[in-house]
């Protein structure tokens, strides 16, 4: 079994859904720049793993990672999101939590859209034939709009790092020795991340459960020095304390 296959969105396809473009690229090109950068950083943590084009059959896989851009008519539109299955739910939407929570440490500013905010991300084709456990496609950004554009195309050795990294927690691989071949895994373990963790700011339990799990603390128990338990609601604004 493959640990991650890491499907390249439209690629390569000439017709028919053939995905977004920006002004400095299409989505193709860059979901096929980033693909094998992640499927390396991968590899170089002992993890077994395929870059996929759209249309190719997908192996038995623990995760599949299914990489695109978002795109609209309207240039103004922002922010990322992730899709996943109904009948993986749970493992992927644990795995989106993680990549949400890393892609804004990497410096991702313009938030993130409900899940499954679209049909096409619920009812994508791969999932009625993925045999993975955690099935994740990534909406990046939007390539229609400028500044997110230009965001995704400057920083993406960081932006491949971090799904890499995202993919190797959910794995259970919390500790990095990162190394010259994948410099920005530094984001994992840089005091600034491990502040940034500490001081999160967001709605949501699955919040509180990613701080924990970053801390090494089994999920079920109360978080050391406040009084907030893992099923707890948080509101926005309200500081956490390591």
């Given at each position: 079994?493959?640990?991650?296959?890491?499907q390249?969105?439209?690629?390569?396809?000439?017709r028919?859904?053939?995905?977004?473009?920006?002004?400095?690229?299409?989505?193709?090109?860059?979901?096929?720049?980033?693909?094998?950068?992640?499927?390396?950083?991968?590899?170089?943590?002992g993890?077994?793993?395929?870059t996929?084009?759209?249309?190719?059959?997908?192996?038995?896989c623990?995760?599949?990672?299914?990489?695109?851009?978002?795109?609209s008519?309207?240039?103004?539109?922002?922010g990322?999101?992730v899709?996943?299955?109904?009948?993986?739910?749970?493992?992927?939407?644990?795995?989106?939590?993680?990549?949400?929570?890393?892609?804004?440490?990497?410096?991702?500013?313009?938030?993130?859209?409900?899940?499954?905010?679209t049909?096409?991300?619920?009812?994508?084709?791969?999932?009625?034939r993925?045999?993975?456990?955690?099935?994740?496609?990534?909406?990046?950004?939007?390539?229609?709009?400028?500044?997110?554009?230009?965001?995704?195309?400057?920083?993406?050795d960081?932006?491949?790092?971090?799904?890499?990294?995202?993919?190797m927690?959910?794995?259970?691989?919390?500790?990095?020795?990162?190394?010259?071949?994948?410099?920005?895994?530094?984001?994992?373990?840089d005091?600034?991340?491990?502040?940034?963790?500490?001081?999160?700011?967001?709605?949501?339990?699955?919040?509180?459960?990613?701080?924990?799990?970053?801390?090494?603390?089994?999920?079920?128990?109360?978080?050391?020095?406040?009084?907030?338990?893992?099923?707890?609601?948080?509101?926005?604004?309200?500081?956490?304390?390591?």
């Amino acid at each position: 079994m493959i640990d991650v296959c890491v499907q390249m969105g439209h690629c390569f396809r000439r017709r028919g859904s053939t995905g977004t473009t920006g002004h400095r690229g299409t989505e193709q090109e860059f979901v096929s720049m980033i693909g094998p950068m992640i499927v390396d950083v991968l590899k170089s943590h002992g993890l077994s793993a395929v870059t996929l084009r759209a249309d190719a059959p997908i192996p038995k896989c623990r995760v599949l990672l299914a990489l695109h851009q978002d795109g609209s008519p309207n240039p103004s539109t922002r922010g990322a999101s992730v899709g996943y299955p109904s009948h993986t739910a749970v493992e992927s939407k644990r795995l989106g939590d993680i990549w949400k929570a890393l892609y804004q440490l990497a410096g991702f500013e313009a938030g993130f859209r409900r899940d499954n905010y679209t049909a096409a991300l619920s009812g994508y084709y791969a999932w009625r034939r993925s045999p993975a456990t955690a099935n994740l496609l990534i909406e990046h950004g939007f390539a229609t709009n400028r500044f997110e554009e230009n965001w995704m195309w400057d920083k993406a050795d960081l932006i491949a790092a971090t799904d890499a990294a995202a993919v190797m927690r959910y794995l259970g691989i919390s500790e990095y020795e990162p190394n010259e071949d994948d410099p920005d895994m530094d984001i994992i373990n840089d005091p600034e991340a491990e502040r940034m963790f500490a001081q999160w700011t967001l709605n949501g339990t699955t919040i509180v459960r990613e701080y924990l799990s970053y801390r090494g603390v089994d999920v079920g128990t109360v978080l050391p020095g406040i009084s907030i338990v893992v099923d707890e609601q948080i509101k926005a604004g309200q500081l956490l304390k390591a």
